[in-house]
Structures are given as structure tokens and as C-alpha cells.
């Protein structure tokens, strides 16, 4: 991290996480989130939206002190033995009700904590776990829509210290996956990431309007690793300004791996390795990715 003053206004980021085994892998992805973690001026707290807690509410994590939660299935033991033992920051939630009311959060004091979504990343970018984590459920309830405008609602809280990270695929086919292409992407794959590209360059705004691409019922067979990119979307709309990419390929033909900040610019060269082995004997649809 560096040690830049938080009086400005903090960067945000979505990630594309991929599996989990990425939390213990040398690849070009971790490679960027670890430069990306260097880059930053160190947060007051990171606020993080993972499309591994899609619930049928919009709530925040409001404990001092969060578990760490593996969330996956057919991993080896060292994957379950990660502990991110990062603090919680209660007060945030109530920071957030009040930038995004009249939208209604509710604060979760003992039901979640930090899933892979969060800590698969974090692992790289804030190895030593001391700056305080909350996380922003998806509601799976809500349109589209809601979640673009629910991130531009967030931006106040750039000014006050909070490095928000959104955390998903932008293409995810679980049912998709074949093992054999660690580094590509189907056709479809591809031509869905470029659009999403496209739109994130051009007109953040409209984001949600993906939905009508040919290829989004492939891309984007359940909703939840795609939501998290709205956030971003919604931040770069009312900051007027246009995301970057940080890292981008494919892993298993039906997963894209792109990532994007807003606010800052880095990124290094990316080496091989890319996306880590699937588990053998659990179908990838199992695993929860």
C-alpha cells in the first residue's frame, strides 16, 4: 500500500477472482491484484461486494471481528486452512445506510463474514490483513438497475477513506467449464467480454443494458459473479469517469478473468502461469467458484 494521505478520493475496483485457488497461486492475476494492492494509499476500511454473498436482502457486515468462510467444496486441505483475519468496521454500516438511503441496508452481526470472493483477493493485495473489511451483500431480489444505481450511491464513501472492490466474473459458466483450457475463452466468452469492455469504456451507465446481448444467457447463466460489475459501473457514472483494466484473459473457456480499476493506473507485466487446476473429482458446478 502507499502511504498517500485517504483526504483524496480513493480508487475502486472490480476483480474478476475466479477460483479459489488463486488465493494461494503466482499468476499474472494475482500478480496484478498484488501491484493494485501496492499502488492504493492505504484505505480507512474496504468495502467489498462479492458475488458469493447473494442473499434476498441488501445488508452489511457489522461485526469487529469477521470469519473467514470457505465457501467452496472439493479443494485441497491448504485452501480450507486460509484464515484472513482482517478486523471489522461496525460504524461502517451506518455510514453506508446513510450515503445510500432510502435504500434500506441491514446490518448483519453474525450470519456472514469474509467469503472467497473477498479473501481469495485480499490474500494479495492487503497480505498483512489490518485494514478493516465489510462486505455489501447482493440483493438477488433486485433488478439490474438497482445494483448500477446502489454503486453510484456508494461514491461519498471514496471521500472518506473507503476503497470499495466489487468481486465477480464478468463471464461465468459454471456448466461451461472445460478443465483443459486453463487460459482460454469460448467464442461467446469472448465476444461477451468485449461488449461488456466496451460499455464499461464508453457508457458505464449502461451497463445493465448487457442483459440484451446475444451472448448473456451463456455468459451470465445466474446473475450473481455479473452484479458485482455494476457496482464498479455505477462509481465510474457518478464520478464521470471511465474504468481501466487491470488484467484480463480467460480460464476454462467459460470464465473471463478481466479486472478494472477506476481512479488509478497500474498494472505489471503479466507472467505464466494463468488460472489455477480445477479439483478432479468435483464437477466445477459443485465447487462453487
Not at 488463486?22 to 491484484?33: C, D, G, P, S
Not at 473467514?68 to 491448504?78: E, L, S, V
Request: glycine content about 8%.
Amino acid at each position: 500500500m502507499s502511504d498517500q494521505s485517504t483526504d483524496t478520493v480513493m480508487p475502486a475496483a472490480f476483480i474478476g477472482h475466479g477460483n479459489p485457488m488463486n488465493a494461494l497461486e503466482v499468476n499474472r492475476y494475482t500478480a496484478a491484484w498484488r501491484e493494485f494492492g501496492r499502488a492504493v494509499p492505504r484505505p480507512r476500511a474496504i468495502l467489498v461486494v462479492s458475488a458469493h454473498w447473494y442473499i434476498g436482502a441488501t445488508a452489511v457486515t457489522a461485526m469487529p471481528r469477521p470469519a473467514t468462510i470457505h465457501d467452496f467444496y472439493g479443494f485441497p486441505q491448504q485452501l480450507f486452512d486460509v484464515r484472513y483475519p482482517a478486523p471489522g468496521l461496525p460504524e461502517l454500516a451506518e455510514e453506508i445506510s446513510d450515503v445510500v438511503h432510502p435504500t434500506w441496508v441491514g446490518a448483519d452481526v453474525d450470519s456472514w463474514g469474509i467469503d472467497h470472493g473477498t479473501w481469495s483477493v485480499l490474500t494479495h493485495a492487503f497480505p498483512d490483513a489490518d485494514v478493516p473489511v465489510v462486505q455489501l451483500s447482493i440483493n438477488a431480489f433486485k433488478p439490474l438497475d438497482y445494483h448500477l444505481d446502489l454503486g453510484a450511491r456508494l461514491a461519498p464513501l471514496r471521500e472518506r477513506g473507503v476503497l470499495v472492490v466489487a468481486s465477480g466474473n464478468v463471464v461465468h459458466n459454471l456448466g461451461g467449464v472445460d478443465p483443459r483450457l486453463s487460459d482460454e475463452g469460448f467464442d461467446w466468452a469472448r465476444r461477451f467480454d468485449d461488449a461488456a469492455r466496451e460499455m464499461m469504456r464508453d457508457t458505464p451507465s449502461e451497463a445493465a443494458r448487457l442483459d440484451g446481448h446475444r451472448d448473456y444467457e451463456l455468459a451470465v447463466p445466474t446473475p450473481d459473479h455479473f452484479i458485482p460489475l455494476l457496482y464498479l459501473a455505477g462509481l465510474a457514472d457518478s464520478a464521470r469517469a471511465r474504468p481501466e483494466v487491470l488484467v484480463d484473459g480467460y480460464a476454462y473457456g467459460s470464465l473471463s478473468m478481466t479486472a478494472y480499476t477506476l481512479g488509478l493506473t497500474c498494472g505489471p507485466e503479466q507472467p505464466s502461469p494463468g488460472a489455477p487446476a480445477l479439483p478432479d473429482d468435483v464437477p466445477a458446478d459443485s465447487a462453487n467458484i
